[in-house]
Each structure stands twice: as structure tokens, then as C-alpha cells.
């Protein structure tokens, strides 16, 4: 099956700065989805981005398919983005996702 | 405009006992997807389901688990004879069913299993 690989697995950071977060996969992909779960445990849908480039608020996203990866930016970070940042992908023919391990997230006042 | 729907959030059982697991998706979805997640891990597929049918259940385990969408009424995600191992967080998701193309998946908050 295809496989998703994110990066870094942990990052701290503090209030304010900038990170961006890779995801890469291992097979082309028709779509994928970047989700936020929160600290309480609920996934929040952030970017459905199958390729290109869109914009929501302080989060941005860019999927190049044909290089097999997706960024995740974070802008100026709050302590409310703590948790945990998945990508995920369906793999060839399919709709279930496959997701990757995750970015662990702190942002620290 | 309500979202996915599961209860219950928390399920405590004894080793042995059923657990029963209820989705309601998104109103006007019709596809139903089941994941699990293991402490500290991240999602895994289970079973993706449309009204009266499973699709793929390439990820159920072959014992103990099932699941249906009935044609009136909630998803329902079945294991019987729990075990330990089955404590885990289990989470919904539904998607609109345009023919031929993958469509967003949302998420549920989730029913937090666990088996004593």
C-alpha cells in the first residue's frame, strides 16, 4: 500500500514564529487532506489539496503531486495550534485514507 | 448544520463483553468510513461503507469485528469478545458519494473504548 511519511515528528516552538511541516508519499495521489487534532483528541479538517496551493488564515498549504509531497505552513503560532498534524492520502483506486504518524506540535507561551 | 455524530464518546467494557459503536454521517453523505487509533499512533483504515453495503474492509480485523449501514439508522462498528487490545480511539468519518471521484472526508469526535 502507499506510504506516508511526515516530518519532523516533534517540533516545539514559541508563540509567534513560523514552521512548516512535510508530508511525502509514496505513490501519485488524487487528493489529499492535512487534519489538526487537538489537544481533547477531535480532528479538525485544516486542507482538502490535491495539488496547488491554498490559503486560511495563518495556515497555508502546497501539494506537488508530481514530486510527491505536501507543506503545511503555520504563521505566527498561537498556543491553540498544539496537537498534532496529520496528513493523509487515499491510495490508488481507493477512498479510505491512509494517514501518515504525525507532527507533534507545542507552542509555548 | 450538523456534523458526524458518534456515541457514545466514552465506553468503558470488561474483557468479554460487546462493544457497540453508533455513526451518524454528515446530512446528505452517504458514505460511511471507520478508523482506529492506538494510543500515540496515528489513524488506521477499518472499513468503508455505503448504505446496505460494505465496500472495503481491507483493514477490519478477520474476528470479533463488523460492521454495517443500514439502510434507516446509524452506522454501527461491532466488536464482540473485547480485549484489551481493543482499547483505542475509534472515529467516523463520511464523505458526499460524487461517482468516480474522491470526495473530503470529515471526521467524527470519536469514541474512546476502553476495555478493562
Known amino acids: 500500500g502507499i506510504q506516508v511519511e511526515q516530518s519532523p515528528p516533534d517540533l516545539i516552538l514559541q508563540e509567534g514564529a513560523n514552521s512548516t511541516l512535510r508530508c511525502n508519499f509514496s505513490d501519485s495521489v488524487n487528493n489529499l487532506q492535512w487534519f489538526h487534532q487537538n489537544p481533547w483528541g477531535q480532528l479538525i479538517n485544516l486542507f482538502y489539496?490535491?495539488?496547488g496551493t491554498k490559503q486560511n488564515g495563518r495556515l497555508s498549504a502546497t501539494t506537488v503531486a508530481t514530486e510527491r509531497y505536501s507543506l503545511l505552513y503555520i504563521s505566527s503560532s498561537q498556543t491553540t495550534d498544539s496537537g498534532v498534524y496529520f496528513c493523509?492520502?487515499?491510495?490508488?483506486?481507493?477512498?479510505?485514507?491512509?494517514f501518515g504518524s504525525g507532527t507533534r506540535l507545542q507552542v509555548q507561551p | 448544520n450538523a456534523g458526524v455524530m458518534q456515541n457514545p464518546r466514552h465506553l468503558v467494557r470488561r474483557r468479554g463483553q460487546e462493544a457497540r459503536l453508533r455513526c451518524s454521517p454528515m446530512?446528505?453523505?452517504?458514505?460511511v468510513y471507520w478508523y482506529r487509533q492506538l494510543p500515540e499512533e496515528g489513524l488506521k483504515f477499518m472499513v468503508y461503507?455505503?448504505?446496505?453495503?460494505?465496500?472495503?474492509e481491507s483493514g477490519m480485523p478477520k474476528e470479533r469485528f463488523s460492521a454495517e449501514f443500514p439502510k434507516e439508522g446509524p452506522s454501527i462498528l461491532r466488536i464482540q469478545q473485547v480485549v484489551r487490545g481493543d482499547s483505542a480511539a475509534y472515529f467516523c468519518?463520511?464523505?458526499?458519494?460524487?461517482?468516480?471521484?474522491?470526495?473530503?472526508?470529515?471526521f467524527g469526535p470519536g469514541t474512546r473504548l476502553t476495555v478493562l
Open positions: 461503507l455505503q448504505k446496505e453495503n460494505i465496500i472495503d
Open positions: 446530512k446528505g453523505h452517504s458514505h
Open positions: 493523509a492520502v487515499p491510495g490508488p483506486g481507493r477512498r479510505a485514507l491512509t
Open positions: 489539496i490535491p495539488s
Open positions: 468519518a463520511s464523505s458526499s458519494g460524487v461517482a468516480g471521484s474522491y470526495n473530503e472526508q470529515f
